[in-house]
């Protein structure tokens, strides 16, 4: 298929408190689109203040697809991502719109891009045991259990990185296969063949502004009521320990003060790094994105302008 004969898909990808969500907003007024969201925390319920979610009025507004989809206490994963990112494709399509993915969960977009592959399932009971070593011994003997069982992918992947450790042992026990020959076989490619994707990032080398705006927003953000949302959170529902809300940015900050961890303004302190550590991984993200268009964050704005130009495809 011809490449103007495809219907497009628009991408805008960026570090937190770029701005662009309000960059989204201000597109579909202007242009037939709906946004999908391309956000990790902003899927749970009742996570609303801790992961800058737009206002209730505002996604009464314009709908945020995959937003306020499931409870805290539940596990989203990339595949329940990239399953409901195909139908909501098609669904805005169907309505002659453009679907507009927005957001900053980079692995999120990887997977639409790369595909997703056929993966064994989560297996709580051995992530326990895994969290028990790791508790016991620090995350470094989980990496060096990966170095011997899957070398090739334990030199990709940050010795401290939990998360992608504990998931490529899980991967091993459970099929006797490496991670490393499992990956990025499966719908390979996929949503370029069927689709014109075309992908805006917002994107400073220059920190110092993002940080600017990372901190007012922290301020605001605890001043709108982190603390009290927190403790809704955990009174209503029974989050597990491994659940990923309890490790996302603001949340485990947060947590941690109301244990009596630490106090306000080393809740702020803690917050404050872990946000800025974020945006650095995802800018990290995307020093290496392939095809992509990068816009400063004062220069954004021009992103609107092209992602106009792409509704005579649909």
Avoid at 239 to 259: C, G, H
Avoid at 264 to 284: C, I, N, V, W
Wanted: aromatic residues 8%.
């Amino acid at each position: 298929m011809n490449k103007k004969n495809k219907k497009p898909i628009a991408f805008i990808l960026g570090p937190t408190a770029s701005g662009k969500t309000d960059l989204a907003i201000n597109i579909c007024n202007s242009i037939p689109a709906e946004i999908i969201s391309v956000d990790s925390v902003m899927v749970y319920k009742d996570c609303d203040i801790g992961s800058a979610k737009p206002s209730k009025d505002v996604l009464l507004k314009h709908k945020h697809h995959l937003v306020d989809c499931i409870n805290p206490e539940s596990i989203y994963s990339v595949a329940d991502f990239y399953k409901s990112s195909l139908e909501l494709i098609t669904e805005i399509h169907n309505k002659n719109k453009l679907p507009l993915f927005v957001g900053g969960s980079m692995m999120y977009f990887k997977s639409l891009i790369n595909g997703l592959d056929n993966l064994p399932e989560r297996d709580d009971e051995y992530r326990s045991e895994l969290q028990n070593i790791k508790n016991k011994n620090g995350v470094e003997l989980l990496h060096k259990m990966l170095k011997e069982l899957d070398p090739n992918y334990a030199k990709r992947v940050n010795v401290f990185d939990e998360k992608r450790i504990i998931r490529a042992l899980e991967i091993h026990k459970a099929s006797g296969n490496q991670l490393s020959t499992m990956v990025g076989y499966k719908n390979k490619d996929y949503l370029s063949n069927t689709y014109s994707v075309y992908q805006f990032g917002i994107f400073d080398e220059d920190r110092s502004l993002l940080h600017s705006r990372i901190e007012e927003r922290l301020k605001i953000i605890i001043q709108n009521g982190l603390i009290d949302e927190v403790k809704n959170l955990l009174n209503k529902y029974k989050i597990p320990e491994n659940r990923p809300i309890r490790k996302s940015v603001n949340y485990k900050q947060a947590i941690s003060f109301l244990n009596e961890e630490y106090d306000s303004d080393e809740l702020f302190k803690r917050a404050l790094y872990a946000t800025r550590q974020l945006a650095k991984r995802q800018m990290t993200w995307l020093r290496s994105w392939d095809h992509l268009e990068a816009f400063e964050i004062k220069t954004s704005h021009k992103i609107e302008e092209s992602i106009k130009r792409l509704i005579t495809s649909l």
